[in-house]
T-cell receptor, first 116, second 117 residues
């Protein structure tokens, strides 16, 4: 149980274009999902908390207009990187709260974004 | 503010031996959760073990166990009988559970563990 998927696993896009990353909870409902960014050999940096049916809560320093988050259903959250630039190239990971109030988060496999 | 510190950027262990990864944290909360996550080269985050702060007994999961010292705010991970598959980045994480939603996970910097055959 508690499986989280992400799509795509790897995406290459041109500078100036937008790219959407999907995060799905496959066997449970997730009212809250989280989006992280990770650079090589570094820790996970929380970008935002995604709440179903309401606006996302962004961490300080994260551009809301650049990283659009939509949590339209109990099993799907999306992260759209708008007007992507090479510095947005990174590994993006989503997670969801474990079902029934479990304290742990379950993580998706991540998406590698390369902006050329 | 809550912080998590892993002071060992890299550790190495011989196969079948035991290794301990250190983690300290800072919080003013009395009720919280602590976790160890493993991130192998595939980069999939895997939950290794969790500890509830209100429990005095140290958590154990097969070859993995923790030494939780609440007063010292220390939470180390012991891996016994190390295997080649244990090679990964290990992250210590802290979380305050707010209602049923859960607060943020706060991660340490990570410790990269290599296992020598």
């Amino acid at each position: 149980g508690a499986v989280v998927s992400q799509h795509p696993s790897w995406v290459i896009c041109k500078s100036g274009t937008s790219v959407k990353i999907e995060c799905r909870s496959l066997d449970f409902q997730a009212t809250t999902m989280f989006w992280y960014r990770q650079f090589p050999k570094q820790s996970l940096m929380l970008m935002a908390t995604s709440n179903e049916g309401s606006k996302a809560t962004y961490e300080q320093g994260v551009e809301k207009d650049k990283f659009l988050i939509n949590h339209a259903s109990l099993t799907l959250s999306t992260l759209t990187v708008t007007s992507a630039h090479p510095e947005d190239s990174s590994f993006y990971i989503c997670s969801a709260n474990g079902g029934q109030g479990a304290p742990e988060q379950y993580f998706g496999p991540g998406t590698r974004l390369t902006v050329t | 503010a809550q912080t998590v510190t892993q002071s060992q950027p890299e550790m190495s262990v011989q196969e079948a031996e035991t290794v301990t990864l250190s983690c300290t944290y800072d919080t003013s909360e009395s009720d919280y959760y602590l976790f160890w996550y493993k991130q192998p080269p595939s980069r999939q985050m895997i939950l290794v073990i969790r500890q509830e702060a209100y429990k005095q007994q140290n958590a154990t999961e097969n070859r993995f166990s923790v030494n939780f010292q609440k007063a010292a705010k220390s939470f180390s991970l012991k891996i016994s009988d190390s295997q080649l598959g244990d090679a990964a980045m290990y992250f210590c994480a802290y979380r305050v559970l707010i209602g049923n939603q859960g607060g943020k996970l706060i991660f340490g910097q990570g410790t990269e563990l290599s296992v020598k055959p």
